[in-house]
């Protein structure tokens, strides 16, 4: 199974097992949800962590290191799955 890691780019391999993002994400929304006590329903969860996502994304704004081959690499490999519009 770990052959089909190795069949990937460095590159694809990077973004495959990098988690810094994720993590970073993981830590914002739980910063905002810590400080409240209980919620009154699940969708008052569900509102907040919307909420806190639509702010977090604003910061997405610094592209992945070297992102144009990375996307062509994957366009290739999954090859009608990914949408390239390229003007």
Do not use: C
């Amino acid at each position: 199974r770990l052959s089909a890691y190795f069949a990937y780019t460095k590159s694809i391999r990077k973004m495959i097992y990098t988690t810094n993002a994720v993590e970073g994400y993981h830590r914002q929304v739980r910063k905002v949800t810590k400080t409240k006590g209980a919620f009154t329903s699940d969708m008052a969860l569900l509102k907040l962590v919307y909420l806190a996502t639509r702010r977090i994304e604003k910061k997405w704004s610094s592209p992945l290191h070297n992102w144009g081959l990375t996307v062509q690499q994957l366009a290739i490999k999954f090859e009608g799955r990914l949408k390239l519009d390229i003007n």
